[in-house]
């Protein structure tokens, strides 16, 4: 999978939202899916050392970012793959409208009806203010750009962190410390 700057071409998908597969969105999908991969395997802390480390390997010419950028890709072109296949068969419209038919079903029982309609209200009312303020501060576009920010940011002091291990060999006294403290409790 090569991943270019340049937007692939892509057949008439009538609708289906695709995402191009370049270094930008291929670096940030890394970073996407490393903090997924590290939410489910050890929570949020690990979510943002993982999705840190994806997406700076993702920068990497070496066979770990060439590899990190090959998942990215593929991930991209599943995404590609699903939103095409939905929009061609209709499968959240179709699951959303069975899901409608079993809130209205349940609507219809009494107390359970009740309850129903407050949440739905809610969630309209949430709907409501989260498509005004996303539409008001265009907030998809900022969180990406926050989120660019942030990846640099990262990458700078990962890059910072090698050449401070370089100069002064931290790890080396780390582990030289730790033997003297085990051989320090063994006599």
Known sequence: MAVTDEPKEKEETKGALTVAVNTENTEFSAGVLGGLAGFFVGGPVLAAVLAVAANYGSKQENEAGVAVRGVSANA????????????????????????????????????????????????KDLTSQATKLSSEYDLPAKAKQALGVAGELADTAIVKGIELEKEYKVTDKVKDSIKKSIDSTKN
């Open 76 to 123: 991209i072109e599943a995404f590609n793959f699903l939103t095409t296949l939905n929009s061609k068969y209709d499968v959240t419209g179709k699951a959303g409208a069975q899901l409608d038919k079993a809130v209205t079903e349940l609507k219809s029982t009494g107390e359970a009806g009740d309850t129903i309609e407050k949440v739905e209200k809610t969630v």
